[in-house]
């Protein structure tokens, strides 16, 4: 589907009922869009490895087999939903064929990649959290994670326009001018206070 867009690029895929947390994320995401390997993916210590995607590997790292959903897991840890792959990956995907359960998997075209030797699996270590939240419970999980955080730091989890700011795409105008266009919500306010906090140097 995104052939077109894509064009010659390389692609970061992203699961949408995925949710990442920790501090240091965005070096993690630079490391993998510069492993050097056809695809990049993470690997998560999950409790209950057989509701995922699961990945095997040896001490060095290498990736050993992938897994969807079994019944008997090699391992404790699932392969979460954001990917980095070479431009191959269209003509993968493209050439894919429906699992037993009647769709199309992304543990499929990681499993292309490794057959040929181009997949690396970096862990996700303590300090980051991951929330797949295809059910209602574990949405109301992450829902209530975000909400903590939020309240104990005073800070937004994901808010793309301070994120902007401080990646200097936008200016503390621009910030200032977004937050009062959303009148007076309290995410209009978290925007005026962050632009009106850098402007005094706090």
């Known amino acids: 589907l995104g052939k077109e867009f894509i064009g010659t690029d390389p692609v970061a895929l992203i699961l949408g009922d995925n949710i990442f947390y920790g501090h240091s994320f965005p070096d993690l995401?630079?490391?993998?869009?510069e492993s050097g390997s056809g695809a990049a993916i993470l690997g998560y210590h999950v409790p209950d490895p057989q509701r995922f995607g699961v990945v095997e590997f040896n001490k060095d790292g290498q990736v050993l087999s992938l897994e969807e959903k079994p019944e008997n897991p090699k391992s404790d840890y699932a392969v979460v939903g954001l990917y980095f792959y070479n431009n191959s990956v269209v003509d993968i995907a493209m050439?894919?064929?429906?699992?037993?359960?009647?769709?199309?998997?992304?543990?499929?075209?990681?499993?292309?990649?490794l057959e040929k030797g181009q997949l690396?699996?970096?862990l996700?270590?303590?300090?980051y959290t991951w929330f797949d939240t295809g059910?209602?419970?574990?949405?109301?999980?992450?829902?209530?994670?975000?909400?903590?955080i939020?309240?104990?730091?005073?800070?937004?989890?994901?808010?793309?326009?301070?994120?902007?700011?401080?990646?200097?795409?936008?200016?503390?105008?621009?910030?200032?001018?977004?937050?009062?266009?959303q009148g007076k919500s309290s995410y209009?306010?978290?925007?005026?206070?962050?632009?009106?906090?850098?402007?005094l140097g706090i």
């Open 135 to 148: 059910t209602q419970s574990s949405l109301m999980d992450a829902a209530s994670f975000v909400r903590t």
């Open 150 to 181: 939020q309240e104990r730091s005073g800070l937004m989890v994901g808010c793309i326009e301070e994120v902007a700011y401080r990646k200097g795409y936008i200016s503390s105008e621009q910030l200032k001018n977004l937050g009062e266009k």
């Open 188 to 199: 209009g306010e978290y925007l005026v206070q962050i632009a009106r906090e850098e402007s």
């Open 29 to 33: 995401l630079g490391e993998l869009s």
């Open 95 to 113: 050439n894919l064929k429906p699992s037993p359960r009647g769709e199309l998997e992304i543990t499929d075209v990681n499993k292309v990649y």
């Open 124 to 127: 996700m270590g303590r300090g």
């Open 120 to 122: 690396s699996v970096k």
